[in-house]
């Protein structure tokens, strides 16, 4: 139980600072704040499910290779699925796209570009190797259980309320 605790709560933590990158990253670009994703609070669930994913899949494989290019290689492949199924499940919904790589160099459909793909990778090297274990999980083990589940729960019920709302406000 308290690993399915910690890893949904790595997905709120990602999800949530994939939003402010992407926020910043936008206001620097716009000069206004811009909301990056498709629901209205502050959280990009592709970010935390990318993230949650390379460290699910990698940390299985600590008994064989987790090196560098391992991380790389697999963070590249894994989050490059995510965002081009993201994008076309998005697009199948809401009948709207929320990002288009056609304009640029080396994309697949517009849905992935190579610049991103390898920003994936150098993401979960450093994800995998120096937040999870220097930062995020002695944070998260200073808190007992019944606290993250606490804190958990709340997430839950405003992330599912978070849903609703946005899925009727697009459609």
Known sequence: M????????????????GWCMEVILKYRQYHRFINRGFLTGPLLPIYGGG?????????????????????????FVICGAVEYLTSL????????????????PMNLHGRVWIGNLILFGLAGVVI???INPALLYPFLGS???RVREAVLSFLLLV?????????????
């Open 51 to 75: 993230a949650v994913l390379i460290t699910a899949i990698i940390g299985k494989l600590t008994s064989i290779e987790s090196g560098f290019v391992m991380t790389f290689a697999l963070s």
């Open 159 to 171: 992330f599912a309320a978070d849903c609703v709302i946005s899925f009727f406000v697009l459609k």
């Open 89 to 104: 499940i998005l697009e199948k919904i809401f009948h709207a796209r929320w990002w288009d790589y056609s304009q640029k």
């Open 2 to 17: 308290e690993y399915w605790v910690n890893v949904i709560l790595l997905f709120f933590i990602y999800g949530f600072a």
């Open 128 to 130: 995998i190797h120096l």
């Open 143 to 145: 808190f007992s259980l």
